[in-house]
């Protein structure tokens, strides 16, 4: 399964001298080298404009994967396409939960001066084909080219089929933030069950969970995030409460099986 975060690398060494605003003159070869380098990623893509609110591009692999053209993903109602792609029950919980939420934070990278490339968000869901076929999907998505002021211009969208190695029948999502170094954090983690409700842990709890991952003890965590060691304890035995797990090792196949941290 390809990451956001090695796409995005290969990405950036092969278009560094190109302009990604040439996308809104149709620039036939630069269209040319997009598609090339696309059809040859093992994952579904696409990339929204902001300004258009629709796809411009789609690569053959979200077609297979979908059962639909690119006509279909790409024409004026493209955008219906797409919704038609998500389960109902999913789609609902989506547009009152997810999207706003990442149009908020975008919102809010703008508006603080941060570069909203920074963000890189990815979740699950269930996905139809055309031929109703169901099956579990992750979405990964992050900006790529700006206006001046800042404002999102182009998002790529990488898809992949997951239903080999989905365990629950909950909507992951996730929020990352890459910092200097290009080291990938995660910010924020929220799991929505069948029954609509929410599993959230704080940004403490993700801090203290990156922790724990790499070994270290309740009184190291303590020290490295000047909070007493009967906090730490505190918020250990509330991160296994939420995420329901028995001990340490179902906490950390937990946290890499939902890609947390």
Same mark, same amino acid.
């Given at each position: 399964?390809?990451?956001?975060?090695?796409?995005? !690398?290969?990405?950036?060494?092969?278009?560094?001298?190109?302009?990604?605003?040439?996308?809104?003159?149709?620039?036939?070869?630069?269209?040319?080298?997009?598609?090339?380098?696309?059809?040859?990623?093992?994952?579904?893509?696409?990339?929204?404009?902001?300004?258009?609110?629709?796809?411009?591009?789609?690569?053959?692999?979200?077609?297979? !994967?979908?059962?639909?053209?690119?006509?279909?993903?790409?024409?004026?109602?493209?955008?219906?396409?797409?919704?038609?792609?998500?389960?109902?029950?999913?789609?609902?919980?989506?547009?009152?939960?997810?999207?706003?939420?990442?149009?908020?934070?975008?919102?809010?990278?703008?508006?603080?001066?941060?570069?909203?490339?920074?963000?890189?968000?990815?979740?699950?869901?269930?996905?139809?084909?055309?031929?109703?076929?169901?099956?579990?999907?992750?979405?990964?998505?992050?900006?790529?080219?700006?206006?001046?002021?800042?404002?999102?211009?182009?998002?790529?969208?990488?898809?992949?089929?997951?239903?080999?190695?989905?365990?629950?029948?909950?909507?992951?999502?996730?929020?990352?933030?890459?910092?200097?170094?290009?080291?990938?954090?995660?910010?924020?983690?929220?799991?929505?069950?069948?029954?609509?409700?929410?599993?959230?842990?704080?940004?403490?709890?993700?801090?203290? !969970?990156?922790?724990?991952?790499?070994?270290?003890?309740?009184?190291?965590?303590?020290?490295?995030?000047?909070?007493?060691?009967?906090?730490?304890?505190?918020?250990?035995?509330?991160?296994?409460?939420?995420?329901?797990?028995?001990?340490?090792?179902?906490?950390?196949?937990?946290?890499?099986?939902?890609?947390?941290?």
């Amino acid at each position: 399964m390809v990451s956001y975060v090695d796409f995005e !690398l290969n990405f950036k060494k092969l278009f560094e001298k190109k302009n990604l605003q040439s996308l809104n003159n149709h620039n036939p070869s630069f269209l040319k080298e997009i598609d090339a380098f696309f059809n040859s990623l093992p994952v579904a893509a696409n990339i929204f404009d902001h300004k258009e609110l629709r796809n411009i591009y789609c690569n053959e692999n979200l077609c297979s !994967l979908m059962g639909y053209s690119r006509a279909e993903f790409l024409s004026e109602n493209g955008m219906q396409t797409v919704y038609n792609t998500f389960h109902p029950t999913h789609m609902a919980i989506y547009n009152a939960y997810l999207f706003p939420k990442i149009s908020e934070v975008m919102a809010e990278a703008v508006a603080n001066n941060e570069d909203v490339k920074s963000y890189k968000f990815s979740t699950t869901f269930k996905a139809v084909r055309s031929n109703k076929h169901e099956f579990w999907c992750q979405f990964q998505l992050g900006v790529i080219e700006t206006y001046s002021d800042g404002t999102p211009m182009f998002t790529v969208c990488l898809l992949n089929d997951i239903s080999h190695i989905k365990k629950d029948n909950n909507i992951d999502f996730l929020i990352y933030k890459t910092s200097t170094g290009e080291i990938q954090q995660t910010i924020s983690y929220t799991s929505f069950n069948e029954d609509n409700s929410q599993l959230k842990l704080s940004k403490r709890e993700i801090e203290i !969970l990156a922790l724990v991952k790499k070994g270290h003890t309740s009184k190291e965590i303590a020290t490295k995030l000047f909070v007493s060691e009967n906090t730490v304890h505190t918020h250990r035995k509330n991160i296994l409460h939420k995420t329901n797990s028995k001990n340490i090792a179902e906490l950390i196949q937990f946290a890499n099986l939902k890609n947390i941290c």
